[in-house]
């Protein structure tokens, strides 16, 4: 048996960002990642404006700078066969007007890496938590299996479940969950991007295909939306190559590309969840992130609201931790800060649900194929007040997080 003071359980962008700062408080800390690399594709590669202000206030800002990115500026939408600017991050606050994408593992080792240089931190890879430890009437560690089938548990003041919309540790702890019911999935993707072709990120809307383009230098990282469980059926039904000829009739300068997917292996599905727990924590346990509240992919939010919720638990949980005196009513303070921003971003996500991407997926929307910009977007683009508004709560997010003084580097 081992012990430590705070037990973070799983290595992404949350996990990492929470265990890095707690580090430099002095606390104790292990993470604990069930794979042996972060090499995952189509995981989350979005670093929005107040993650960068994080990696800046970390001391880390030269050292991302190095890593192989993409800034996403702008959002342009082709309508009628020509691209026109739907919105523009240039005006929201801050230092970063754009979001930078990153291959989240070059993300994740950066963090590492941090985390190497902090005494009290520790990684440890190949470590799959299976279940709650309790002791006293609260929970007290996990039970881990290594990838050699070695098993053992680690004790510790504090558990943090990180381990996404699929966390053993909020299972096992038998919190209450609500759903709200999804009408799509998506599939993603990868297209060949050519330097000719434009930049940043577009949406695609037709009669027939639903899609999302994500410039990432080399290729366009996409995904299209399906109706919710339709996956299997689907891909049954026919071949793989519809799909780049649905985006090709409405994009034309695609039509070199029909043939880029070969393979239903190159398409990989993601099962969109949206829930949000009743209670995010028990006695010597908190969930973070998607473990507390499964995003749907809509606005690309997610990672950046998981990284908010790690900042606040930091500040609000480092000194507590350092003395050993955490108490749910702790916790408590945790989630009373971070549920207005995840209900508010949460309520957006239904909106979008319901009277957009159902009616997109259903091929009730076809707002590439029209001849001309649809009234609605033109008076979108017109009013200042809310052209800006989904790019600011894109980039910054609701009730942006302070970043703990004793994390600062900058």
């Known amino acids: 048996m081992e012990r430590t003071t705070c037990l973070i359980v ?7 960002f929470l265990g890095v700062m707690l580090a430099r408080a002095d606390v104790e800390v292990t993470v604990l990642e069930k794979h042996g690399d972060f090499l995952r594709d189509f995981r989350g590669d979005t670093v929005h404006p107040t993650t960068l202000e994080l990696l800046d206030a ?13 800034r996403l500026n702008t959002v342009q939408i082709p309508i009628g066969g020509r691209m026109q600017t739907l919105a523009t991050f240039a005006h929201i606050p801050g230092r970063h007007k754009y979001v930078a994408m990153v291959p989240q593992w070059d993300l994740l080792d950066l963090l590492a ?21 309790h002791a006293g009437g609260k929970v007290a560690g996990v039970r881990y299996r290594t990838k050699d089938g070695a098993t053992g548990e680690i004790r510790a003041d504090l558990t943090v479940a990180c381990d996404g919309r699929s966390s053993v540790l909020r299972s096992a702890a038998g919190l209450g969950v609500r759903n709200w019911a999804t009408p799509f999935d998506a599939w993603w993707f990868r297209i060949p991007r050519h330097d000719t072709d434009p930049s940043g990120l577009i949406p695609v809307v037709s009669s027939n295909r639903v899609a999302v383009m994500f410039d990432r230098g080399d290729y366009w ?32 300068w695609l039509a070199d590309r029909v043939d880029a997917l070969q ?20 006695d010597g346990l908190l969930c973070i992130g998607d473990a507390a509240h499964a995003m749907s992919p809509v606005g690309g939010v997610g990672i950046n609201l998981a990284v908010q919720d790690a900042v606040a638990t930091a500040r609000i949980l480092g000194p507590k931790l350092l003395s050993h005196s955490v108490t749910p009513a702790d916790l408590a303070r945790v989630q009373r800060h971070r549920t207005l921003p995840t209900a508010v971003v949460q309520g957006g996500q239904r909106f979008a649900h319901a009277r957009i991407i159902r009616p997109a ?12 910009t649809p009234l609605a977007l033109r008076i979108f683009r017109r009013i200042p007040v809310i052209r800006s508004l989904p790019p600011f709560i ?17």
């Open 361 to 372: 997926v259903a091929g009730q929307l076809n707002v590439s194929n029209a001849p001309e």
């Open 394 to 410: 894109v980039g910054r997010g609701v009730i942006p997080e302070r970043v703990p003084d004793f994390a600062r580097r900058d």
């Open 58 to 70: 970390l001391g880390l800002r030269e050292d991302f700078a190095k890593l192989p990115q993409r």
């Open 113 to 133: 890496r941090a985390g190497e240089m902090e005494p009290t931190f520790r990684l440890r890879m190949n470590t799959e938590a299976v279940d709650l430890v």
């Open 10 to 16: 799983g290595g992404g962008p949350a996990g990492m």
């Open 263 to 282: 393979s239903w292996d190159e398409v990989k599905l993601l099962d969109v969840k949206l829930d949000r727990l009743d209670r995010w924590y028990t």
């Open 221 to 252: 990282q996409s995904a299209t939306l399906i109706a919710k469980g339709s996956d299997a059926e689907l891909r049954a039904r026919q071949p793989v190559g519809v799909i780049m000829r649905d985006m090709a009739a409405v994009v034309p």
